[in-house]
């Protein structure tokens, strides 16, 4: 066999043996598919100048785009046609995807189709509650739901390709992005990165209603300094693989199809030029096999970073770390052609990231059909239909969070007559939609208003004032707001953030309500009427103030298109709230971070000797939340009795009764929590390791199980490696992460 020979048959087998191994294959497909794939990539690769395979590494926004950064928008035409790109984001509608992939899959030398991406982070056009509303819901099957139904929405639409989901552990509410993720816990944000995940990719990526997910940020981006965005971030090798790693994994073994770089470095390297992060533990450790993307031009930001003299040697960087496309950049198509001559880089990097790009297009099905049924006909059919906006009001009535009902004056009863909604977020159409709202639109959005307007009778009279502004300081307003809520018999008070006060680059010192938000609550509160206030946010509030006066209190987030509705339906009582916190709720400012799962001190302080001066406590504020973990109420109650812990071969059965002792039909999401109680390293004093959500009529029990193995509470020592300690260990059941039966046994 001669040496050309030779190197053909060991590309060839290379690239077969890429293709089997790939978490992206079809794992029951012929041999015959993975061979006719490899040869493909491999004949394009053979057939493909330098400039095109950079080009397939290239991702761009088009002259039609969303702008959603800072940089400007590409002559795209043109470089589709020299094939110098790889993909579009933030295009949508059929008639400008269809016509910017008509001249790659036409016009273009080798006729290679391209991506379209888009921010679908909580719906396409019909928009979903905010991700950490969504979390709140504790439903893994309704969260997956949400995504299946955006990305049939978003692929109707041209969209292939969506950057979520946003798996970051979260503990400090300053950062506005917590509203994209799923909380402080790492074992609940695993399982919600999966689902969302498979919602998003359905079961097979060819299909046309398949919407390529992205797991972002890659890594620990949650945990920025300060909570401020972009920031760096410095914590232990230890706790960024028991905390942050994981939900990440999570999504690997979800299948996810790509994966973002974040903004921010770790141990003194930025994660874009971050080879430990993204080649030893993503591709060698986890086997991830799609591609890399960076975050918007998160390469040329290498250079203020400190680790890069120029954009050269920040693209340099990139692709020895292991990133595979650039976004929006343009540092791998103006440098790596002239790295490359220089011998800085090599060709087979080029290649392998080239490699995994076209193999992702592949297993789309976009070689296949370029639009992939993205039609006017679709477009009608699958968008913003009627089932669709059903189950986004179910999402919204789930995602609400019920944090205080004094005296139960919710849900509001038949015999009130008269009803005043007041308030800056009453009636604010935009601002429901909360931030990353795709291609919503403002005009659709059902508001608290509309949707207590369109739940009562007709002897029952709603009025509306606004009151106030969110963020300034006009008190005009207050006169009639006051003078309605006290000729009304009810009084539903609606505050909170504007959509844009959370989200990427929204991070705040102050958390509490903006502007004169408390000033005019206190003003319609001291009436005395009966009264709801209803939040709208995209992060936890430290609302003390608020919480210490207001009589009831209902956690609402950002509920999107059909928010008022959903709503309604909780505060009427059409729907029991059974939403529950997956992030604290400070006090103040001064406890953040503050989240269920932390460890004790040498020093803790024992709330029964509040005087005690030399342990680990706050001169001015209790250590406590002011909402935990878990937290949420009901218009019910529900009690616990009779823990019982056992082992049953390699299991430990958990066994609890649950009873609903109150006076309606309701659900509870019963949650297991395990303590070690002395271990080779300082453990949690509470981590989550189950839960049930479970439905009773009034007067019913119910007995839950929960099973776990040893490798569920197994953690990582200091080398690294994951293994199980034997010892005591408590077990929790309770309805929150605070109030819990409690029970100890010893493991072997």
């Known amino acids: 066999m001669n040496s050309s020979l030779l190197s053909r048959f060991v590309t060839v087998f290379f690239a077969i043996a890429l293709c089997e191994f790939s978490g992206l294959a079809q794992k029951s497909g012929p041999h015959n598919k993975t061979f006719s794939d490899s040869l493909k990539i491999e004949g394009l690769l053979k057939k493909m100048t330098i400039d095109e395979k950079v080009g397939q590494m290239s991702l761009f926004l088009s002259e039609e785009s969303i702008i959603t950064g800072p940089s400007q928008t ?61 979390a709140s819901s504790w439903d893994l099957e309704g969260i997956e739901k949400a995504e299946r139904i955006a990305a049939t929405e978003a692929t109707a639409d041209g969209i292939d390709w969506t950057f979520a989901p946003m798996v970051d552990l979260a503990r400090d509410p300053r ?47 949650g945990a920025a300094l300060a909570g401020r965005d972009y920031n760096t971030v410095d914590m232990s090798t230890l706790s960024l693989y028991e905390w942050y790693l994981p939900t990440y994994d999570a999504c690997v073994h979800a299948g996810v199809g790509s994966i973002m770089t974040s903004f921010n470095e770790i141990n003194g390297t930025p994660s874009t030029s971050n080879k430990w992060l993204l080649t030893d533990i993503l591709r060698k450790s986890w086997g991830f096999k799609g591609f890399v993307v960076t975050d918007f031009n998160a390469i040329n930001e290498l250079v203020p970073h400190g680790v890069a003299e120029d954009l050269k040697d920040a693209a340099r960087l990139a692709l020895n770390a292991g990133v595979d496309m650039d976004m929006q950049g343009s540092a791998y198509i103006t440098s790596l052609p002239e790295i490359l001559n220089q011998k800085k880089i090599t060709i087979k990097q080029i290649d392998d990231a080239v490699r995994r790009i076209l193999l ?64 800056p977020l009453a009636d604010s159409k935009q601002d429901m939609l909360g931030n990353w709202d795709a291609t919503g639109r403002s005009e659709d959005c059902i508001t608290l208003l509309a949707g207590v307007r369109g739940h009562v009778a007709d002897n029952i009279v709603v009025e509306y004032k606004k009151g106030c502004n969110v963020s300034d300081n006009d008190t005009s307003g207050f006169r009639a707001a006051v003078k309605l809520a006290s000729e009304s018999d009810f009084v539903i008070l609606a505050l909170g953030e504007e959509g844009e006060l959370s989200g990427e680059a929204s991070s705040r010192t102050n958390i509490d309500l903006p502007g004169i938000q408390n ?6 509160l001291k009436i005395g009427k009966p009264t709801v206030v209803v939040l709208f946010n995209g992060r936890p509030l430290a609302i003390s103030n608020l919480s210490s006066h207001a009589p009831a209190i209902l956690e609402t987030w950002f509920g999107g298109t059909q928010a008022g509705n959903g709503i309604a339906d909780v505060l009427f009582g059409d729907y029991n709230p059974s939403g529950k916190l997956t992030m604290t709720f400070p006090r103040n400012v001064g406890q953040i971070p503050i989240f269920y799962n932390t460890k004790n001190t040498g020093r803790p302080f024992n709330q029964a000797d509040s005087n005690e001066k030399y342990v680990s406590r706050y001169l001015d504020s209790p250590n406590t939340p002011l909402y935990p973990f878990g937290f949420g109420l009901s218009y019910t109650s529900f009690a616990y009795s009779n823990l019982i812990i056992g082992v049953l071969g390699k299991t430990i059965k958990v066994e609890v009764t649950i009873t609903n002792s109150g006076n309606r039909e309701g659900e509870e999401i019963a949650q297991l929590y395990v303590h070690q109680k002395v271990g080779s390293i300082t453990r949690p004093l509470k981590e989550l390791k189950g839960f049930q959500k479970v439905f009773l009529k009034k007067g019913e029990a119910k007995t839950l199980s929960f099973s776990l193995s040893k490798d569920d509470l197994a953690f990582f020592h200091p080398d690294l490696k994951k293994s199980f300690e034997p010892g005591e260990y408590l077990f929790f059941v309770g309805g929150n992460s605070v109030d819990t039966m409690q029970k100890a046994i010893s493991l072997k």
């Open 360 to 423: 992702v297009k592949i297993k789309m099905g976009l070689f296949d059909d370029p639009y992939r049924q993205c039609t006017h006909e679709r477009e009608k059919k699958e968008i913003f239909t009627h089932d669709n906006l059903a189950f986004a009001r179910k999402m919204v009535s789930e995602s609400c969070v019920l944090l205080k009902n004094e005296k139960n004056i919710l849900p509001i009863t038949q015999t009130v007559k008269s009803i005043a909604v007041i308030g």
């Open 519 to 524: 000033e005019f609550a206190r003003a319609i």
């Open 74 to 134: 590409k002559d795209s035409r043109d470089l589709i046609r020299a094939g110098k790109v790889g993909g579009i984001f933030n295009v949508h509608t059929v008639d400008n995807v269809r016509e910017l992939q008509r001249i790659a899959v036409e016009e273009s030398r080798l006729k290679i189709p391209l991506l379209f991406g888009l921010d679908v982070i909580h719906g396409y056009r019909t928009i979903f509650p905010i991700p950490l509303g969504q």
């Open 175 to 221: 950062w506005g992005r917590v509203s994209e993720g799923a909380g402080e816990d790492t074992w609940l944000g695993c399982r919600i990165a999966a689902a969302r995940v498979r919602g998003f990719q359905g079961r097979d990526l060819k299909d046309p209603r398949s919407l390529l997910a992205c797991a972002k940020h890659f890594a620990a981006y």
